[in-house]
């Protein structure tokens, strides 16, 4: 055997190793090629930015493993805020109108899993059909228009999405740390725990991998479907809250195009579209690095127009090595 | 008997003049509740114009080289009338010699914006121009500029630094409040104008919506109904919406678009309708090649200038100004506009219109 059959027999087995070494590429890249990189100001930026749609794309990626796509998450994403906002606005309590609005996106992603569990459409299509109406539902509560919150900074606020002082004054300018990063990090380490230490996760990758052989085991793939549907809902969700806790304004377009960046942050960090095989840590590495990418080429005076183009070659290239160095032969 | 008839007589008399000359009329006093007003101390608000100090810590360096960068809530790309813009800003950065970089988001974002002004503060360039397109929301992320010791000045969004409440320069853009009010007031004293409508293409854009406020506010004044319609930015969809809004609202025969996003497919859709010129009112903000021949054949009355050339050049020039001349604009607010064109003056910016108008 040599060395490189050797390497990617070990790297099949940690797909996020591949995603890490990417990252310290595009890393590297970025640290010698774009001015004020390595400051704390533009690293805290990555980690902030990215955190709110890290959220999103941990839910989307636990469900990408069980072997299905959705493609609403965006939509849920506005209804979420639109719910949150007009609560406040009406004069439920904060947290009252925060619980509210997950429990609809919770029920909102457990929608689309019976569609798709009882219907036998594909989950591509029919999460394509909740997307419209989904987001149809935003622009109706919403009226078409912006919703905001404009009264007293409220504590839940800060609780969800305030800004880390402490931490910021450290450097000089102050950076841009938010505790949705510290949110990020609690989801993507419970749901770790979740997917690899618990017979829930063990029926996760059944029903991606081989969902004939995993009914036959006795897995109930279909409650299984559900759920993660229900739980990407929920974190589409959590994740519009601590949005509008920094931002407390949503308009009828917010979440547009998220729902892509989710599933091309998934497999840049190593989750297989087909299904059974991925990690958190690879799908975080992913969200990391696509936010990375958009700082970086900000730095480097890239126009604008550049920056999808890169994204679009970087997640090819991803996805070329993916398949290569990870490949069990 | 004489004298009894005699004194009969003179008793008669005599009664009838006292009863004549009894004394002065009787005067009646009536006493009635009169409220008073009893007038009491009110404390007033006063409102002061507050100097906004702006520090510009900047040692003039003629010889630097400069590198801005800009960041718009909009871009050439999806919305022509920012290609005026962004020809003024190149044109001005080839002819000062200086760097710049325009940054915008793919849609109508604007917390995308708002993430963009961050990433601009990190890249630490020598001045931003920014659109302050919502005030609150930009806010946080302007400050960080500002505090890094980043020139900051205002483009074709925004209401001044007194205004908005955000140390920047200046805003260099028109008065949108005025705009849409002065455009309503044309608008309601054409023949036959009975409603209105205010097609809106960005909601949520302080500016626009201003502009909206203005038109409603004119044409409540002239004894006229108005309201807002939102479309998009897509101008299928615009289309759509427009023509279903007609289909439900016949009598409303006044339209005013706030650009070229909202202009074109309210072209389209008076082509699709066969609607004439007299049928409907049309006024709009902006210049594009298809506005300029609207206002030619009559169909547009008028298009409310912002001249946006101006704009994106003057920003380049005010921060260039700054940094090597140490040049600051003198007032909070440096208007571009509001100018109306219309038939009367169409002809000196027919030929530019779409590139430096």
């Known amino acids: 055997m040599t060395v490189v059959t050797r390497l990617r027999y070990q790297l099949a087995d940690f797909s996020e190793v591949v995603a890490l070494i990417s990252f310290v590429a595009v890393f590297l890249f970025f640290t010698i090629a774009a001015k004020n990189f390595l400051t704390l100001f533009a690293i805290s930026n990555v980690l902030t930015f990215a955190s709110i749609t890290g959220i999103v794309v941990i839910g989307v ?13 965006g939509s849920t994403f506005a209804v979420a805020s639109y719910v949150l906002a007009l609560s406040i606005n009406a004069g439920v309590a904060p947290v009252a109108a925060l619980l509210l609005a997950l429990l609809i996106c919770t029920g909102l992603g457990a929608i689309n899993g019976l569609i ?37 900074r409220l504590l839940l606020f800060d609780v969800l999405n305030g800004p880390m002082d402490i931490v910021n004054r450290l450097s000089d300018p102050p950076a841009n740390l938010r505790v949705s990063i510290i949110w990020f990090l609690v989801v993507a380490v419970v749901m770790s725990w979740l ?22 085991q006795g897995v109930a793939t279909r409650r299984i479907k559900v759920i993660n549907f229900a739980l990407t809902g929920l974190l589409a969700g959590l994740a519009s809250m601590l949005q509008f806790a920094h931002r407390a304004s949503v308009d009828p377009l917010r979440g547009e195009g998220m729902e892509l960046i989710a599933v091309a942050a998934c497999v840049i960090g190593g989750v297989r579209l087909a299904g059974g095989y991925g990690t958190i840590a690879g799908a975080c590495i992913g969200m990391l690095l696509l936010q990375m990418l958009e700082q970086g080429l900000v730095l480097m005076r890239v126009p604008v127009q550049v920056f999808q183009a890169a994204a679009g070659l970087i997640l090819i290239i991803a996805v070329v090595s993916n398949l290569n160095l990870s490949r069990q032969e | 008997m004489k004298t009894y008839h005699w004194l009969a007589a003179s008793v008669t008399i005599l009664a009838l003049v006292i009863t004549a000359c009894g004394g002065p009329p009787a005067t009646v006093e009536v006493t009635r509740e009169v409220p008073v007003e009893i007038t009491k101390e009110v404390p007033v608000e006063v409102t002061r114009e507050v100097q906004v100090t702006v520090e510009v810590p900047v040692t003039p360096q003629p010889e630097a080289e400069l590198e801005f960068i800009l960041v718009q809530h909009a871009l050439c790309a999806w919305d022509s009338f920012w290609c005026t813009v962004e020809q003024g800003i190149q044109d001005a950065a080839q002819q000062m010699g200086v760097k710049v970089t325009v940054l915008g988001p793919d849609a109508f974002d604007l917390e995308k914006t708002a993430a963009l002004i961050d990433q601009a503060v990190a890249g630490r360039p020598d001045g931003i121009a920014l659109t302050v397109t919502d005030p609150v929301l930009f806010k ?29 320069m200046t805003y260099l853009g028109q008065d949108e409040y005025q705009g849409g009010y002065l455009g309503g007031l044309r608008l309601a004293a054409a023949p036959g104008a009975k409603a209105g409508v205010c097609l809106n293409h960005q909601v949520g854009h302080a500016g626009l919506d201003a502009r909206c406020q203005g038109f409603l506010d004119a044409l409540k004044e ?15 969809e615009s289309q759509t919406i427009i023509s279903d809004f007609h289909t439900a609202n016949p009598d409303v025969n006044v339209f005013l678009t706030l650009g070229p996003n909202g202009a074109n497919p309210f072209y389209a859709f008076l082509e699709a309708e066969g609607l004439a010129p007299g049928e409907v009112w049309h006024g709009t903000f902006d210049l594009s090649p298809e506005i300029v021949n609207g206002i030619d054949t009559g169909v547009t009355q008028f298009a409310v200038d912002q001249q946006p050339f101006l704009q994106g050049y003057g920003a380049v020039m005010l921060l ?3 940094r090597r001349q140490g040049i600051v604009p003198a007032l909070p607010v440096t208007p571009t506009g509001p100018g109306f064109v219309d038939k009367s003056n169409i002809g000196i910016v027919k030929q530019l219109a779409g590139q430096y108008r």
């Open chain 1, 61 to 73: 990626a636990v469900l990408m493993i069980s072997g299905e796509f959705d493609l609403s998450v």
């Open chain 2, 222 to 236: 002239k004894g006229q109904t108005a309201e807002v319609l939102a479309i998009t930015n897509d101008p299928a």
């Open chain 1, 116 to 152: 798709v569990t009882t219907s036998g459409i594909p989950s591509f299509i029919a999460t394509l059909g909740t997307m419209l109406a989904y987001r149809g539902i935003a622009r109706a509560i919403g009226g078409g228009v912006f919703a905001s919150y404009k009264g007293e």
């Open chain 1, 195 to 216: 997917l690899t230490r618990t017979r829930y996760g063990n029926w996760v990758f059944a029903t991606g991998g081989n969902p004939g052989a995993a009914l036959a």
């Open chain 2, 320 to 322: 260039t100004l700054l």
């Open chain 2, 140 to 168: 946080e992320p302007i400050m960080r500029a500002i505090d890094a010791g980043i020139p900051v000045l205002a483009y074709n969004a925004g209401a001044g630094p007194i205004k908005d409440g955000i140390p920047y």
